[in-house]
């Protein structure tokens, strides 16, 4: 007992001055501090590419729940920099508390499309998906399915697979159908879905396309990138077969448009490198970036004219729905209610 | 008596309690800022909906893993027959399996997609899912599944930790006044064990109710699902405080509720006589029921679940093998020492301040200061961050004001803020197994140790510390285990640029991608159980009593 405490005494000396010395250090002059939702192993790559374009050290936590929270607790010491969301939705909740600042460059306006923006530069998009239907080749012919209301349609009765309705993904859409066919429409249309489940609500996008490949339902809701990363899978290349036994079907083409997700970024109030953190997101939005976002993760990238990877680009072209992203945003809250009032998973 | 140490005793664990309380307050006072009106919109939808799948799942898993638990404790503290001595280590290793990564296992074996059940279609010409039966793996008997075999080994090592520190003379007075093996154990052993039971079930318990990983993937409603869901996807945080705070109130009626049920009881060993565990000898069918009844926890707990993710690692090495790896585990081994170590000294130091001074104001401290692990890990995190910001942001509000220069946060966002939030939340372990082991120690103890002139520090040392070595041991395993698959925490506290071996699974299994994840995942249980099977061994040898050239 007394060896092991002393030993215990001692690590924990050694780390409080570590933390002491960590936070008392005065922070070097070109760095940038950065929260990130999206996941490192897909970062990394992008803010290597940026440390050695310009020397500024880009230092990450990966945090997603409790974002917001950090920030506000932290308040006007945060050490934050830059914000990185994989969903506008977050993003949107940081504007609105309050967090973000507004910022103005002529590269991120020459870059990102106006409407892929916040007007005053509250945050800026890097990258869209698009939430598409993935349908059997065989079982589903090619008229059955063409917008995300037939997907309530009593003919798809039995037949889809779908993730929970309470996944940031679905919630989302949910909230683009409230924002363009008002909310009784929105009710109807999820609770008409539910009906038409083939399985409760489960797994991940990836797990309904296994689900239709081994014909278990016809159709799935799933985002865009997912499908790349399963037909590309070289590391388990059963997935490329779930991937084969579908096709993508961008819905509503002949209406609003398919439903697209917005990643992207946001300065921070508190930044006190705030150049540096511009030209990260100048960086990130700029051909060498979006490029790699385009390649490495099969999304569309914002910057028009960089090449999209072959494989998305085969998928052809497709309307996306052009309704104002933070107004669809702010629908996430009732569309969570609709989901708990149709009870959506059960 | 004098009043400098009871001074001393009493002051230090008020102020460590309050300390630890910090954030629990701080969680209810954010439940107290206006928002959105929830309760209406719920308790009209899905309210009803997840109490009633949260009980089913406590419900569930509490007996799964009872049952389980305090069996397996029994028959390899008590018995003896093949295999016991590898069982009696063995059968902590799904401890180390965070919940939600055997789920993904588990699902991947067991969907209609599954192995299983292709090889049932091929075999038997089923063509589709409507033509045979076959369990749902992603629905609550999922979970409640999942989560048994996982969390059983909280009640496997309380119980086994009880039973060996157990006076054996008791249960020989049993079997001599004519009481058979099993009545004994329902009559005498199992009632002295109750309180570590107890912990070990309600420990078990907050697990279950803290859960998300697991019912996330499933889809399984339950009321953490249903706080992180007003949290995030209604983006109201104090909405989720609301119900994080029903919950612990839950909890706290829970507790009481069971300490009322055995008020005037006392556990305190009446003997001091600890001859060698007897060791029944069991022979014939029950011998093979025994070494089935400890195989099948530990088989399908961690054998199966392990093979399939060494499976993994091995296609995805190079991934997951980069350079980062090591230290990534180095940061977590060290991390979780250092709160286990810090859990058990305050631990300790908190249970025997309530001993030695046996004041309400006391014990109502240190039950609140326990109550961080019924709070759902992520809504405890943030408990912490508003603790740790308003600190900072106070002492740099004051010393912009008074001398002109900043601080700066000087917690937040540091290694202290992680140790601080392992130690809100896993404090519940370490002191709740070693109270309920003081209160074994008859207080005839103490007396004699006083009347001979010694200190109750000294008393403490050299009395009951040794008396109680193996629970201390048990809980500073614990906490090290679940410190090593703690995520929320690290997640949301951590600084720049800081991973553990959890949060590096977290990365890749947010991402669909469990394959990448499965090194990191096996890893956790590898360095996770190495400890675990050392202090086994030291428990097993702690038993006051124990001989190794004991005649059996």
Request: hydrophobic letters at 50%; one cysteine or more; aromatic letters at 10%.
């Amino acid at each position: 007992m007394k060896r092991l405490s002393g030993f215990y005494t001692t690590v924990f000396a050694a780390t409080v001055t570590a933390a002491l010395v960590g936070a008392l250090a005065p922070a070097s002059a070109a760095e940038v501090n950065l929260y990130s939702s999206r996941q490192p192993f897909l970062i990394n790559p992008l803010l290597d590419a940026f440390t050695k374009e310009t020397g500024t050290k880009v230092n990450m936590v990966y945090i997603k729940k409790g974002m917001l929270e950090r920030l506000k607790a932290e308040g006007r010491n945060s050490p934050a920099d830059l914000v990185l969301t994989s969903d506008l939705g977050n993003l949107n909740n940081l504007v609105d508390a309050g967090l973000m600042q507004s910022t103005s460059s002529a590269v991120l306006e020459a870059n990102i499309p106006a409407n892929l923006r916040h007007p005053d530069g509250l945050w800026y998009g890097l990258t869209t998906r698009a939430r598409v239907i993935f349908a059997h080749k065989d079982r589903v012919k090619a008229d059955e399915v063409t917008t995300y209301e037939d997907l309530a349609a009593p003919h798809m009765k039995g037949r889809i697979c779908v993730r929970s309705g309470k996944h940031e993904y679905n919630i989302s859409l949910l909230a683009s159908i409230i924002t363009a066919k008002g909310e009784a429409a929105a009710e109807a249309w999820a609770q008409g879905v539910k009906n038409n489940l083939a399985r409760k609500p489960q797994g991940n996008d990836r797990a309904q396309v296994k689900a239709i490949y081994q014909g278990e339902c016809d159709v799935s809701l799933g985002n865009t990138y997912y499908m790349g990363k399963m037909a590309t899978n070289e590391k388990d290349p059963v997935q490329k077969k779930w991937a084969a036994s579908v096709r993508i079907i961008f819905p509503n083409q002949k209406d609003r448009g398919t439903h697209i997700n917005i990643s992207g970024a946001g300065i921070t109030k508190s930044s006190l490198n705030k150049a540096e953190a511009v030209k990260l997101v100048e960086f990130l939005t700029g051909d060498q970036a979006q490029a790699i976002y385009a390649q490495g993760n099969f999304e569309y990238p914002v910057k028009p004219g960089v090449a999209l990877h072959p494989m998305v680009a085969s998928w052809g072209t497709f309307k996306a729905d052009e309704a104002l992203m933070s107004n669809v945003a702010s629908q996430r809250t009732l569309a969570t209610r609709i989901m708990d009032r149709v009870r959506f998973d059960n | 008596m004098s009043w400098s140490w009871l001074n001393g005793w009493t002051i230090g664990t008020v102020i460590v309690a309050f300390i630890v309380i910090l954030p629990i307050a701080a969680v209810i006072f954010i439940a107290l800022t206006p928002s959105d009106d929830i309760w209406a919109h719920l308790a009209s939808t899905v309210l009803p909906l997840y109490i009633g799948t949260t009980l089913q799942l406590m419900i569930g898993v509490g007996l799964g893993t009872l049952v389980i638990g305090v069996g397996t404790a029994w028959l390899v503290s008590m018995c003896r027959f093949p295999g016991k001595t590898l069982f009696e280590w063995a059968l902590l290793l799904p401890m180390a399996m965070p919940a939600y990564v055997i789920a993904y296992v588990y699902t991947d074996i067991l969907e209609y997609a599954g192995p299983v059940q292709i090889l049932l279609r091929d075999t038997f010409g089923f063509a589709t899912k409507r033509d045979y039966w076959f369990p749902e793996i992603r629905s609550l008997g999922g979970a409640i599944s999942m989560m048994t075999l996982v969390l059983y080994p909280y009640v496997y090592l309380l119980s086994r930790a009880a039973f060996t520190e157990q006076s054996i003379s008791v249960l020989d007075a049993s079997r001599v006044l004519g009481r058979g093996p099993y009545r004994t154990f329902f009559s005498v052993a199992l009632p002295l064990a109750r309180p570590a039971i107890i912990i070990g079930v309600s420990l078990v318990l907050m697990e279950t109710l803290n859960d998300f990983g697991t019912v996330d993937f499933f889809a399984v409603s339950t009321f953490t699902l249903g706080i992180y869901d007003v949290w995030l996807n209604m983006n109201n945080v104090a909405g989720a405080a609301q119900l994080a705070t029903a919950l612990l109130f839950f909890v706290v009626v829970l507790v009481l509720a069971e300490r009322f049920a055995r008020r005037k009881k006392k556990y305190h060993h009446t003997s001091s006589k600890y001859d060698a565990l007897p060791g029944y000898l069991l022979t014939g069918r029950s011998k093979i029921l025994a070494t089935v009844a400890c195989s099948i926890p530990v088989l399908f707990g961690f054998v199966l679940p392990a093979l399939v993710l060494g499976g993994y690692s091995i296609i995805h090495f190079e991934t997951s093998m980069n350079s980062n790896f090591l230290s990534y585990a180095f940061n977590s081994f060290l991390l979780s020492s250092l709160v286990a170590g810090l859990a058990i000294g305050i631990g300790i130091f908190m249970a025997y301040g309530v001993r030695v001074r046996n004041e309400r104001l006391l014990k109502i401290m240190v039950r609140l200061a326990s109550l961080g692990y019924a709070v759902p890990g992520s809504v405890l995190a943030v408990g912490v961050l508003v603790t740790l910001g308003a600190v900072d942001n106070g002492i740099d509000g004051f010393m912009r004001d008074t001398f002109g220069v900043s601080t700066g946060l000087l917690l937040s966002g540091t290694i202290v803020a992680v140790t601080f939030g392992y130690l809100v939340r896993f404090l519940a372990i370490s002191f709740g197994s070693i109270e309920a082991s003081l209160a074994k120690v008859t207080p005839n103890m103490d007396d004699a140790s006083r009347s001979l002139g010694h200190s109750p520090f000294a008393t403490l040392r050299r009395v009951h510390i040794p008396l109680i070595r193996a629970s201390v041991l048990t809980a500073g395993m614990m906490v090290f285990v679940d410190c090593m698959k703690e995520l929320p925490l690290t997640v949301i506290l951590r600084p720049f640029n800081f991973h553990t071996l959890a949060t590096f699974v977290h990365e890749y299994a947010s991402d669909e991608q469990l394959g990448e994840a499965s090194l990191a995942a096996l890893s956790i249980v590898g360095f996770g159980i190495l400890p675990v099977i050392i202090l086994s061994l030291a428990i097993t040898r702690s038993r006051p009593g124990h001989n190794k050239d004991a005649v059996k």
